[in-house]
C-alpha cells in the first residue's frame, strides 16, 4: 500500500474503502456499459465531513474522482477515472427534513428519486421530476444530470425543482448554494451547479421542491397505422391550447418490445402508440378531455383507449416506462440515445432515422417524449458481431448530429457524460466552450473532479472499445 | 459626472465596446433604476438597439429574441397566438426589456402557476468580461448539454455579462381567468388559508397576501369549468368572496404589474417562504408591502434610510434587491457571496469591466 492509499485508510474504515478487484469491479462502468475503467479505490462516505476529506485527499494526492450513486447514467457521466477514486454515496441515503407546509424536502445525494414522492405522499405532496430509472436513481444524481422524464414540458426538469445544496468544491471548500425560497436575488449559482455532471463538487444535501398531487388524471391511448399521423395528432394537441402533463410516442418496435415484456395490453398491430395525459383538478380536467377528444378523434386515430381506473392508468404506463428494458429482449445489445428536436421537426427527424437504420443495416425502435421533441431512439445490435458495435456508434451519432442540424440539442435529460462529449462541438461553439471550461478551471484547475467528462479534449478517463468514430473520420483529436 | 452612453445595435458592437471600455454598464429600459443608474468610470451600454424577435412558432412553444426587446412587443405578439411569458415579467408598461428581466431576475404574481423567469429560459446568447461572443443552453423545450449558462444568467445584475439574445419557453394563456379577493379577520387567519391553498388540488395562477389580511387569488383555464371551480374554491375558504372578471380583472392585473404603484422610496425585492411572514408583518407596519406567489416573493416599499433596511432583513435572516432609489450596493439583507460565486465571476469577468464597485475601492 502507498502512503497515499494508506492515509486515505485512516479516513474510512475498512469496510468503507474498497481497494480489492474483486470489490472495484461493479465500480468499473456505469449504465453505458460499453465503457469501462478500473479505479484505484472506492470510498463510501456516511457524513458530509467524509466527503470533504475524501475530496481534499484527492486534491492533496492530485487523484481524479467521480462521485456517483445508483450509476444509472445512461451516458457515462458516472464512470471512473482509470486509476482514480469513486466516492461511492448511497449510503448518504437519509430524508433529512420534510416540512409539508412548506411543501420542501432535504435529502442526502443518495436519497432515491423515487422515496420522496413516497415520503411525500401522506401529505398529498409528489417530487414532480420522474426519470425512467426513479426506482433506482439518487438524486445526487439526478442533481448533477439535471435529469428529466415524461413531464418536463409542464413542470422543467431537475434544475426546476432543485431549491438549495450544500456543495463540496473541488478544493474542499464547502459553499451553500440557492435557499429555500422559489425566489432569489444575485445570480443563479444554484442553477450553474445543477446539471454540471460533477464537474463542479458534490452535493451532500439538497433541498427540493414538493408539489401537491394533481387531483385528477385523464389517460389516453391512441393508436395509429404511421408514426407521421401520431406526431401531427401531438401538433394539433399543442394548437388546441391544452398543456397535458405528459405526450410520448412509441413506434412499432418499442411497442413489440414492451409488449413481450410487460404485457400492457397494447394494441400490437399499430405503427405508432400516443400516450397523452391531463392531470389537474377534475372540473378543468373534465371539460379538457371533452376538447382532446375532438383533437384525438381528428386526428385519425384508429383506436383509442380511455383509462378508467388507476390500475388502467398505471398499466399504460408500465408499458412505457419499461420500454428501454423491454428492447433487451428483442436484441442482445442496445444504445439508447437522447437527442432532441423542435417538436414541428419531429416526422422529419424519425423519416431521417428510419432512412439512417436501413442504409445501416441496423434496426431502431423510437420511444419519445412528444411534447418535448426528445427522441429516444434505442439502436439495436449484436456485440457479438464483429463491427456491429461501431456501426451502432456512427449511426447514433449521425442521429445527433441531425438533432442539432434541425435546431436541437444532443441530449434531452441523460446529459453529455462521456458518450457524447465529442459531439459538444456540434452544438456550441470554441468560444462557448472556451466559456464553459474557464468556469471549470477557476473551480477545479486541476481538473480532478469527474475528469474527461462533457469537454472534448480533457483528460482520457477510461479504455473504451476503440477510437470515436468522430475521431476516425477526423472531425475530433483525442480520446 | 460624465458619462458615456454607447448604443450597440449588433452583438458584434457589444463586443467592441466590452473590449474597449475599462467599466461596463448594460441598460435596457432602465424601469429598474437602482439597477442601471451608472456609478462613477462606467460606460452605459444602452441595450435599446439591440432588438427584434429572431424566432416564434407558437407551436413550439418557444420564443427567441434580442436582449434588448421591449417586453410589450414580446407579450402583444405572444397575445395573437394566445401565449404568453409564465414568468410574468413586471415593469411591462415602464419600457422593460426581456434582457433586464432576465439579468434583474424578476417575476411577477403569475409565476404561481408555473414558475418564474428561471424555470423558463432556454437559452442565451452574452458577451463575457474578455469581449467573447458565448451562447449557452439551446432553443427546444428540454436540454441538457453543457453547463446551465442561461440559469446562471438570471439575476446576474450585468455582473457577468452582457446579453445579447435570450430564448424562453411559453405557454398558452388560460382561455378564462376570474379573481377573487377574500378578506380574513386576521393575518393568521389568512396565512392559514394561503397554507391551506398551497397544499391543496386547486391550482391557481396567482396567490398573492395583501397585508394585513386580504388574499388576491387568480383562478384560469376553460371558460365551462371556472363557475364550478369558483364556487369550490369559495367553499373551501369558507368565506364569501365577489369574483372580478372581464376587462376590470385584467386592468386590475395590469396595474400590478407595475410595482412602482405600491409607494413612493426604495422599491425592493426579497425572496422568501410564507413562514417568515409572520416576524416580517410585525416588523414591516406600515410599509406598503405585498406578498405574491403564495409567499415566496415581498415586494416593498421603502421609505426611510436603506441602511435600516438592511439591518432588518439581515436580523430576519433575508437577502434583498433594491429595484428602484439610489443605492451604492442594490444587494442588501444577507449577504450571499460565496467561493463559488467569486470564483465563476473571476472565469467570465476576470478583469472586473462589469464590477460596479471595484471603482470606489
Redesign the interface.
Given at each position: 500500500m502507498t502512503p497515499a492509499l494508506r492515509e486515505l485508510a485512516s479516513l474510512f474504515p475498512p469496510t468503507r474503502l474498497l481497494t480489492q478487484p474483486g470489490e472495484l469491479a461493479p465500480y468499473a462502468s456505469d449504465a453505458l456499459t460499453a465503457f469501462r475503467a478500473q479505479p484505484l479505490a472506492v470510498v463510501l462516505p456516511e457524513s458530509h465531513a467524509e466527503v470533504v476529506a475524501a475530496v481534499r485527499w484527492c486534491a492533496k494526492h492530485r487523484v481524479p474522482y467521480v462521485a456517483r450513486g445508483s450509476g444509472t447514467s445512461l451516458s457515462g457521466g458516472s464512470l471512473p477515472v482509470e486509476g482514480g477514486i469513486v466516492i461511492g454515496l448511497n449510503r448518504m441515503n437519509r430524508l433529512l427534513r420534510l416540512e409539508?407546509?412548506?411543501?420542501?424536502a432535504v435529502v442526502e445525494p443518495g436519497f432515491i428519486n423515487l422515496q420522496v414522492s413516497l415520503a411525500a405522499a401522506p401529505?398529498?405532496?409528489y417530487y414532480a421530476p420522474d426519470p425512467s430509472s426513479q426506482p433506482v436513481s439518487t438524486i445526487g444524481g439526478n442533481l448533477a444530470?439535471?435529469s428529466?422524464g415524461a413531464h418536463?414540458?409542464?413542470y422543467?426538469?431537475t434544475?426546476?425543482h432543485v431549491l438549495a445544496a450544500k456543495?463540496v468544491?473541488p478544493d474542499g471548500?464547502t459553499?451553500?448554494?440557492g435557499?429555500?425560497?422559489?425566489?432569489?436575488?444575485?445570480?443563479?449559482?444554484l442553477?450553474?451547479?445543477?446539471?454540471?455532471e460533477g464537474l463542479?463538487?458534490i452535493a451532500t444535501e439538497i433541498t427540493l421542491r414538493l408539489l401537491?398531487?394533481?387531483?385528477a388524471f385523464h389517460t389516453l391511448l391512441a393508436a395509429y397505422d404511421s408514426l407521421e399521423k401520431a406526431g401531427e395528432a401531438v401538433?394539433a394537441v399543442?394548437?388546441s391550447?391544452?398543456?397535458p402533463g405528459a405526450m410520448e410516442i412509441m413506434d412499432a418496435l418499442a411497442i413489440e418490445a414492451a409488449e413481450a415484456a410487460v404485457q400492457a395490453g397494447y394494441p400490437r398491430e399499430a405503427r405508432a402508440l400516443l400516450i397523452v395525459e391531463l392531470e389537474?383538478?377534475t372540473?378543468?380536467v373534465?371539460?379538457?378531455a371533452r376538447?382532446l377528444d375532438e383533437v384525438i378523434r381528428a386526428s385519425g386515430a384508429y383506436e383509442v383507449r380511455i383509462a378508467r381506473s388507476a390500475e388502467e392508468r398505471m398499466k399504460i404506463w408500465k408499458g412505457r416506462k419499461a420500454a428501454f428494458s423491454a428492447v433487451g429482449r428483442l436484441s442482445p445489445d442496445y444504445i439508447v440515445q437522447d437527442g432532441?428536436?423542435?417538436?414541428?421537426k419531429l416526422g422529419q427527424a424519425l423519416a431521417e432515422i428510419e432512412r439512417l437504420s436501413e442504409r445501416y443495416g441496423l434496426r431502431v425502435a423510437n420511444v419519445f417524449?412528444a411534447?418535448?421533441?426528445?427522441l429516444h431512439p434505442l439502436i439495436l445490435y449484436n456485440g457479438r458481431v464483429p463491427g456491429e458495435l461501431e456501426r451502432a456508434e456512427a449511426l447514433a451519432g449521425e442521429i445527433l448530429r441531425l438533432c442539432v442540424a434541425l435546431?436541437?440539442?444532443?441530449?434531452?435529460?441523460?446529459?453529455?457524460g462521456m458518450e457524447?462529449r465529442a459531439y459538444?462541438p456540434e452544438?456550441?461553439?470554441s468560444?462557448?466552450?472556451?466559456?464553459?471550461r474557464?468556469?471549470?478551471?477557476?473551480?477545479d484547475p486541476l481538473e480532478l473532479a469527474n475528469r474527461g467528462k462533457?469537454f472534448p479534449g480533457e483528460a482520457p478517463a477510461a479504455h473504451s472499445h476503440g477510437a470515436h468514430p468522430l475521431q476516425r473520420a477526423g472531425v475530433i483529436s483525442g480520446g | 459626472m460624465s458619462t458615456m452612453v454607447l448604443r450597440p445595435t449588433s452583438p458584434a458592437e457589444v463586443q467592441e465596446a466590452v473590449r474597449a471600455h475599462r467599466r461596463i454598464l448594460p441598460r435596457g429600459g432602465g424601469s429598474k433604476p437602482a439597477l442601471s443608474t451608472p456609478h462613477q468610470g462606467q460606460t452605459v451600454l444602452d441595450m435599446t438597439g439591440l432588438t427584434g424577435v429572431l424566432e416564434y412558432d407558437p407551436g413550439e412553444y418557444v420564443f427567441v429574441a434580442r436582449a434588448g426587446t421591449r417586453l410589450a412587443e414580446v407579450e402583444a405578439l405572444l397575445a395573437q397566438h394566445g401565449q404568453y411569458l409564465p414568468f410574468d415579467p413586471p415593469f411591462v408598461a415602464q419600457g422593460a426589456t426581456l434582457g433586464g428581466a432576465v439579468a434583474a431576475g424578476l417575476s411577477g404574481p403569475l409565476r404561481q402557476r408555473y414558475g418564474g423567469v428561471r424555470d423558463f429560459i432556454l437559452g442565451v446568447q452574452f458577451v463575457d468580461g474578455t469581449g467573447q461572443l458565448v451562447r449557452g443552453g439551446g432553443k427546444v423545450v428540454k436540454n441538457a448539454a453543457g453547463f446551465d449558462l442561461p440559469k446562471l444568467m438570471v439575476g446576474s445584475l450585468g455582473r457577468l455579462g452582457v446579453l445579447t439574445e435570450v430564448a424562453f419557453k411559453v405557454f398558452p394563456f388560460p382561455k378564462a381567468t376570474a379573481t377573487l379577493q377574500v378578506d380574513f379577520p386576521s393575518l393568521a387567519e389568512a396565512l392559514e388559508a394561503l397554507y391551506r391553498l398551497l397544499g391543496s388540488v386547486i391550482e391557481l395562477y396567482a396567490l398573492d397576501l395583501v397585508p394585513p389580511d386580504t388574499l388576491v387569488l387568480r383562478l384560469g383555464g376553460l371558460p365551462e369549468a371556472l363557475p364550478a371551480r369558483l364556487r369550490r374554491l369559495e367553499e373551501f375558504l369558507g368565506r364569501p368572496a365577489q369574483p372580478i372578471t372581464g376587462s376590470l380583472e385584467a386592468a386590475y392585473w395590469k396595474d400590478q404589474n407595475d410595482l412602482n404603484r405600491l409607494g413612493e422610496g426604495c422599491l425592493v425585492k426579497v425572496p422568501l417562504s410564507p413562514k417568515r411572514i409572520p416576524a416580517l408583518e410585525e416588523a414591516l407596519q406600515g410599509v406598503p408591502r405585498r406578498y405574491l406567489s403564495g409567499g415566496q416573493l415581498l415586494y416593498l416599499a421603502w421609505s426611510g434610510p436603506l441602511q435600516a433596511l438592511d439591518g432588518l432583513l439581515k436580523r430576519q435572516g433575508l437577502p434583498g434587491l433594491v429595484l428602484r432609489g439610489v443605492v451604492e450596493k442594490p444587494l442588501i439583507g444577507l449577504n450571499l457571496e460565496q467561493a463559488f460565486a467569486r470564483k465563476v465571476t473571476a472565469a467570465l469577468d476576470p478583469e472586473g469591466r462589469f464590477q460596479p464597485y471595484a471603482a470606489q475601492n
Open positions: 409539508p407546509k412548506e411543501r420542501i401529505y398529498g405532496l444530470f439535471n428529466g418536463c414540458l409542464k422543467g426538469m434544475s426546476n456543495v468544491l471548500e459553499v451553500e448554494l435557499q429555500e425560497s422559489l425566489e432569489g436575488v444575485g445570480p443563479d449559482w442553477g450553474l451547479f445543477v446539471g454540471s463542479l463538487g401537491p398531487k394533481p387531483e401538433a399543442v394548437a391550447g391544452l398543456l389537474g383538478e372540473p378543468q373534465e371539460a379538457e376538447y432532441v428536436v423542435p417538436r414541428s417524449h411534447g418535448d421533441g426528445n435546431g436541437g440539442s444532443i441530449t434531452g435529460e441523460h446529459g453529455v457524447k459538444m452544438m456550441f461553439s468560444e462557448d466552450l472556451a466559456a464553459m474557464r468556469i471549470r478551471l477557476a473551480l462533457m | -
